[in-house]
């Protein structure tokens, strides 16, 4: 009888998850949570490199189907936030980023696969004289740390100008203790 109870049960648990839920998005199941990040960026390939530290909160959206962040940093000393939403196109087979924040203020948009242990999506930019190519890449480093890198090409990717660097650690809440360095 036991047995009959657990299939059940299991069969309605997996009932019970929308189609969009499916598949792909457990492989970024770690992304959700509370973050104390460090964010290195810089505004032009020479330029110099600010160090910051910022709070996220990443939660799992729309049952499931969608993750949802609320970055909060500075830059230039002014105050910057950021919104995001991650999410996996079932029928294109790719994930799909995006992202806005308060010093740009234009959603941008960026699509791409995994490859190896790296989520890697792009978008482009128009920019005065043409298009820039971008790449956002996302890495777990372990259960408690992953990785986000914003790059920029000129030259439709032949080269890669490293702009951002996200590096994440779970904050430490209720029953769980400091990530260790």
Not at 32 to 50: D, F, I, L, N
Not at 81 to 106: M, S
Not at 163 to 168: A, G, I, L, V
Request: proline residues 5%; positive net charge; aromatic residues 8%.
């Amino acid at each position: 009888m036991i047995p009959a109870l657990l299939l059940t049960t299991f069969v309605t648990a997996q009932a019970a998850l929308p189609p969009c839920r499916v598949g792909a998005l457990d492989e970024v199941a770690f992304y959700a949570g509370t973050w104390q990040v460090t964010v290195a960026a810089r505004m032009s390939e020479r330029g110099r490199w600010e160090k910051t530290d910022a709070a996220s909160t990443i939660v799992a959206d729309l049952k499931g189907c969608a993750f949802v962040e609320h970055l909060e940093t500075t830059r230039q000393g002014q105050p910057l936030q950021l919104l995001a939403i991650l999410t996996y196109d079932h029928n294109g087979d790719r994930w799909q980023y995006a992202v806005t924040d308060t010093e740009h203020g234009r959603m941008q948009t960026y699509e791409g696969r995994r490859t190896g242990d790296a989520f890697i999506l792009r978008g482009t930019l128009e920019v005065p004289g043409g298009k820039v190519l971008l790449r956002r890449t996302l890495r777990r480093q372990s259960a408690d740390a992953f990785t986000w890198e914003s790059a920029r090409s000129p030259d439709q990717g032949k080269t890669w100008d490293v702009t951002t660097r996200f590096e994440y650690r779970r904050s430490a809440g209720p029953g769980r203790e400091p990530p260790r360095q």
